[in-house]
Each structure stands twice: as structure tokens, then as C-alpha cells.
């Protein structure tokens, strides 16, 4: 079966570095994606991951290990607009998206 | 920028009714999905679009139906709405992978349709 694994709530201090982690075990893999979600609003995209390591992207960055069937969203200097859900999306290899849960992320001052 | 809009923001409708929920979007994007989101679990795909008047199951297109008669708008109804049906629904779209315009395949949401059933 299809299974996308994140801890279901997290919670990080203002200035701080947070990582959220994603495991997955799915059919087949086309490439890994993190959206960002504030409470009553639409996804919006973060990052994308295909190959193995590290992609920055100013204070976010995101890790994939595909031998691991993992990933993990690194958020630097942690600020208050960054509370929100982040969501973690494998690609089959038809193009379709199979999303985890999601992981709320909570700032504290 | 890409602009996915929904026709409601909020609705709330009576069980059995016909329920209409219009997404759509300004990117010429091939693709369009709707999507349901509800607490604790992943978003979970109704149905998608690939093309004009071509439409595709999702995991759980149960209770639903949809309508692709231009290219910028994806309709989801919901024939005889219940209460199990209360969610938020999401719509968003792309591009085909593979597109000559590179990287873009990337989907992008509109802002959701919170739905309440009573």
C-alpha cells in the first residue's frame, strides 16, 4: 500500500532551527514535494526533491534519501508566520500526488 | 502569478441537496484536480481533469461527479449532498508533466471551499 509518515505536531522557539521529517513507502517514486499551509488557507509550494540530498532555498531546505524512503523540511531562523502546516507529497510514477497528514508546526515566542 | 479561485469561501447546504462547487484557474494549465482535506488525514484525491471534457477517479470519487466543459474551470457536484460529505474542498491545477515550460508541474491550490452539511 501507499503510506506517508509525518509527526502530526511539532513545536519550535522563535530564532530557532526546526526539522520536520517525512517517511514514505509508496509503489513508486517520482519525486518528493513540501507545501506550506496556513490555517484556513490554500497549500502553497515550498520545495521539490527527485534526487538524493540536499536542496536550499534561503531558510528552508530540503533532504531526500531515496534508498531511506525519507525526507525531511530543515526551517532556519524561525519566525512567527511560519506556524502552519507543512505537507508532504510523493509523485507515482502516473504524475498523481499521495499526500501525508501533515505536520502543524507551532512558533513560540 | 498563477490564480486558482473558488466560487465559495463557505457553504453551507441541507442534506439531499445538489451541490455545485466551481473552480478556476488563469494558467492555462492542462490538469485540474479537486481534492477533499479533513483533520488528521492526508488530502485525498476526488477526481481530476487532464484535458476538456475528459475526467479521471480519484481515491475516492464516491458520491461525486464533475464537469470540465472549458479549460479554466473544473466543477465538483455533489448529486445529493450528506452529512459525511462536510469537508474542505480543495481545487488546484498544472501543467502536464513534461511541458515544454520546464519545471511546472508544480500544483497549484485555490483557496478552499469549506462545506458544511446539515
Known amino acids: 500500500g501507499q503510506n506517508i509518515d509525518q509527526p502530526t505536531e511539532m513545536t519550535a522557539t522563535e530564532g530557532a532551527i526546526v526539522q520536520i521529517n517525512c517517511t514514505y513507502q509508496?509503489?513508486?517514486?517520482?519525486?518528493l514535494f513540501w507545501y506550506q499551509q496556513h490555517a484556513g488557507e490554500a497549500p502553497t509550494f515550498l520545495s521539490y526533491n527527485v534526487l538524493d540530498g540536499l536542496e536550499e532555498k534561503g531558510r528552508f531546505s530540503s533532504f531526500l534519501s531515496r534508498s531511506k524512503g525519507y525526507s525531511y523540511l530543515l526551517l532556519k531562523e524561525l519566525q512567527m508566520k511560519d506556524s502552519a502546516s507543512y505537507l508532504c507529497a510523493v509523485r507515482d510514477p502516473n504524475y498523481q500526488l499521495i499526500w501525508g497528514a501533515g505536520t502543524k508546526l507551532i512558533i513560540k515566542p | 502569478d498563477v490564480k486558482v479561485t473558488q466560487s465559495s469561501r463557505y457553504l453551507v447546504k441541507r442534506t439531499g441537496e445538489k451541490v455545485f462547487l466551481e473552480c478556476v484557474q488563469d494558467m492555462d494549465h492542462e490538469n485540474m484536480f479537486w481534492y477533499r482535506q479533513d483533520p488528521g488525514l492526508g488530502l485525498r484525491l476526488i477526481y481530476f481533469?487532464?484535458?476538456?471534457?475528459?475526467?479521471e477517479k480519484g481515491d475516492i470519487p464516491e458520491g461525486y461527479s464533475v464537469s470540465r466543459e472549458k479549460k479554466e474551470r473544473f466543477s465538483l457536484i455533489l448529486e445529493s449532498a450528506s452529512t459525511n460529505q462536510t469537508s474542505m474542498y480543495l481545487c488546484a491545477s498544472n501543467y502536464h508533466s513534461g511541458s515544454p515550460a520546464g519545471f511546472t508541474d508544480t500544483q497549484y491550490f485555490g483557496p478552499g471551499t469549506r462545506l458544511t452539511v446539515l
Open positions: 509508496t509503489s513508486g517514486f517520482n519525486g
Open positions: 481533469s487532464y484535458d476538456v471534457k475528459m475526467k
